[in-house]
């Protein structure tokens, strides 16, 4: 049984920093691509990054150069740097890995 749990989230004020963590089991991130997402209220739900089996890395337009995805190998976790958070970051984050998907985590930058 494949599970994603994603942990992290929280209240940050603009231009402060999350580190967000999806810990899989049933699913090898090494060998699979991970992605992350994010969906705020009243819209659908996007893409923010991804890593690849490889290591190759992709990055949303809005969040290139501020967050940077990454995995443990020998955690089986996935991450999700985010640093100089806007609150138009504010959306609850999903992890993604093959077909599955984890709860989600809230993550509200305000002041």
């Known amino acids: 049984q494949v599970q994603l749990v994603e942990s992290g989230g929280g209240l940050v004020q603009p231009g402060g920093s999350l580190r967000l963590s999806c810990a899989a089991s049933g699913v090898i991130l090494s060998i699979n691509a991970m992605g992350w997402y994010r969906q705020a209220p009243g819209r659908s739900r996007e893409l923010v990054a991804t890593m690849s089996s490889g290591g190759s890395t992709y990055y949303a337009d809005s969040v290139k150069g501020r967050f940077t995805i990454s995995r443990d190998h020998t955690k089986n976790t996935g991450y999700l740097q985010m640093n100089s958070l806007k609150p138009e970051d504010t959306a609850v984050y999903y992890c993604?890995?093959?077909?599955?998907w984890g709860q989600g985590t809230q993550v509200t930058v305000s002041s």
């Open positions: 993604n890995v093959v077909s599955f």
